[in-house]
């Protein structure tokens, strides 16, 4: 063979693998119409969609989502929480027994499928659990299209996670995850995870979307209402118009993951601008329970300022809080939370948390099930961050994120923690799934801007929500961002603080004086390396700054947020000790220490610092 002939056939086969693993997105559009009968708390529903395989894949199945196929006796949701008892979720029990094995049988969810066509031919179909597989009737090549159809009704589950009828608050229907929902299919293959009460997932989409539901009842949705003169609740001047005392509800919502509603009959509607976007919904029910609502506006206008600012400009034209649910969940455009709060800051950390969502959830769409940390985590990072700015405390405390710090250690001595790579409803213990998710999600950002700095970890963020945003992320694309960015070695600390649950523990082992210097000794007594900001502060309070680099990071930070620092010689991960020795003795030191910022996740803290005497 010749050689030119080697070389030009080693470049087609790269060219091809190089298409092969390109990123892709599948698309779809819904369009739906649905006929509630509210006093039965039922509904028939007909949907057409639109997929779009964009991947270099022929697909010879299809699969769908029936959440609420989960909500009854001796479904996978009510196995998994009586095998958990008392360590599962604690909504989902009462006094450690699963509630769903209780629910009346008329009150069971249910999404019956009637029938499902690919262009018009009828597939055979088979329901697993939450799951639909669909056998289609001819393969969907790449890069091309197909429609389907189908007819199905539906009863509304009694109210027991996210979804249903008759939440703790009297909202009548809470109509989350309610109708058959294509799964993504990506590089990972279909995401068909089953249904146990916890995350979601689900390919970009469009959706057209028609209720019809009893005159007196008010909608709450994510999403833009089209016909507001004609319903309840969103124009003074409406004339409502009706079908068989029924009014028709109009709704549209471009490039969104799903569409949520809520009804109920005593909803009042409240809306206002934020200036430079959204336009924001409040649908809720207003008694005095509720009358923090009433003081949330300025700071839901501040919060979406600080976010668009910080994190990215929110790309959807509208958001809503609707009261709904079983506390917060969210959703494209919008989230179903309990409304009831003691007072405004309860309130708008709730609100905080789940708006956050439409970021780290909607915009940076991860696959929630496979890794809940990305999904949680970031959003309360951003959660802390601007609720420190909305209520800033009171004490000194150095950084938002103090309380997150001091939870995970006192979680910790409790030893019961798995590892945040575990997929979402595989955790055994739900404290532990709320700590691997939420908490180390958030410390793991907190951790990365004590490492690379501050100033570099505010760079990352834009960077990711410039390069990923309507797109589905991975935890590697946004650690390939991190090390571009920074410069540095990451995936030592991306492997253990995700991976493992090893901990981080330094300490000053000993300090020695001398005529000139001082001579310190620390230790690494956990089993997490990290880069080490030693700082020292002089009787004449000037603080000075040093960083002791880890080897494994290749390229070291030289100043932070916290101020700028003298690089020492590195310490291998390898080596349990390191000496330092600072250019002032005894009389020249009031207090030295490592980490002054106190954003370092050391379990044992109280060693960190020596006051001099």
């Known amino acids: 063979m010749k050689k030119s002939f080697i070389i030009l056939f080693a470049f087609v086969i790269s060219q091809f693998q190089a298409q092969q693993n390109a990123y892709y997105q599948q698309v779809a559009q819904y369009k739906m119409d649905i006929d509630v009968n509210a006093e039965q708390f039922t509904y028939q529903g007909t949907q057409t969609l639109k997929y ?60 019956n499928i009637h029938w499902i066509k690919q262009n018009g031919k009828n597939l055979k179909f088979e329901i697993q659990e939450t799951i639909m597989k669909v056998y289609l009737d001819k393969p969907i090549k790449p890069h091309s299209k197909t429609t389907f159809t189908m007819e199905w009704d539906a009863v509304i589950p009694q109210q027991i996670r996210r979804s249903g009828r008759n939440n703790r608050e009297g909202v009548d229907m809470t109509m989350t995850q309610w109708y058959p929902k294509i799964a993504e299919y990506d590089y990972d293959g279909w995401a068909t995870f089953d249904y146990v009460g916890r995350e979601f997932h689900a390919p970009f989409a469009d959706f057209d979307v028609t209720i019809k539901i009893n005159k007196d009842y008010v909608v709450g949705a994510g999403g833009i209402l089209l016909n507001p003169k004609e319903v309840k609740g969103y124009d003074s001047s409406a004339q409502i118009k009706t079908d068989q005392n029924k009014a028709t509800w109009k709704w549209t919502a471009k490039n969104m993951l799903d569409f949520a509603w809520a009804a109920d009959k005593d909803y009042s509607v409240e809306s206002f601008d934020v200036p430079q976007g959204p336009k924001v919904y409040f649908v809720y029910q207003k008694n005095d329970k509720t009358k923090a609502w009433a003081e949330a506006k300025p700071y839901v206008t501040k919060y979406f ?10 790309a959807y034209p509208s958001y809503a809080f609707i ?18 709060a003691e007072n405004i800051e309860d309130l708008m950390g709730l609100m905080a948390h789940e708006g956050s969502h439409s970021w780290y959830q909607q915009m940076l769409a991860t696959n929630e099930p496979l890794r809940p940390w990305m999904d949680e985590g970031f959003t309360s990072y951003a959660e802390s961050y601007v609720m420190h700015q909305l209520f800033p ?44 998710s939420y908490v180390k999600g958030e410390l793991y950002l907190v951790q990365l801007g004590y490492i690379v700095g501050e100033e570099n970890l505010a760079k990352i963020m834009t960077e990711y929500f410039k390069e990923w ?5 991975s935890d590697r694309d946004f650690l390939h961002i991190a090390q571009k960015v920074s410069g540095m070695d990451l995936k030592w600390f991306h492997h253990y603080w995700i991976n493992t649950t090893k901990t981080i523990d330094y300490g000053i082992k000993d300090v020695q004086y001398g005529n000139t210097s ?14 080490i900001d030693f700082s020292v502060i002089t009787n004449d309070n000037k603080i000075v700054n040093y960083q002791i680099p880890l080897n494994m990071m290749h390229t070291w930070k ?37 980490d002054f910022s106190q954003r370092m ?11 001099v005497k």
Request: hydrophobic letters at 30%; aromatic letters at 12%.
């Open 469 to 473: 945003s309507m797109k589905h992320p």
């Open 558 to 594: 030289n100043k932070d947020a916290f101020g700028e620092f003298t690089s020492l010689k590195y310490w291998p991960w390898t080596q349990k000790e390191y000496t330092l020795t600072v250019p002032y003795n005894k009389s020249q030191l009031k207090i030295l220490g490592i």
């Open 305 to 314: 300022q600080i976010m668009n600012s910080k994190f990215g400009k929110y």
């Open 52 to 111: 779009r395989n964009n991947s270099p894949d022929e697909l010879n199945v299809v699969y769908f989502h029936l959440y609420w196929n989960a909500f009854k006796p001796n479904s996978m949701m009510d196995q998994r929480v009586a095998n958990q008892g008392k360590n599962g979720d604690s909504r989902l029990q009462k006094d450690g027994i699963s509630r769903l094995a209780s629910i009346p049988k008329n009150e069971e969810g249910a999404q």
């Open 323 to 340: 009261q709904g649910g079983d506390g917060g969940m969210e959703y494209g455009m919008c989230t179903m939370i309990l409304g009831e």
């Open 518 to 531: 001082t001579t310190i000794t620390l230790v690494n007594n956990g089993q997490v390396p990290m880069p």
């Open 393 to 436: 405390p009171k004490d000194d405390r150095p950084n938002p994120f103090v309380e997150k710090l001091d939870a995970y250690r006192k979680f910790i001595k409790k030893g019961i923690e798995e590892p945040a790579v575990w997929l979402g409803d595989h955790h055994d213990n739900g404290t532990a799934y709320s700590y691997a």
């Open 601 to 611: 996740a050391d379990v044992n803290p109280e060693d960190n610092f020596v006051e």
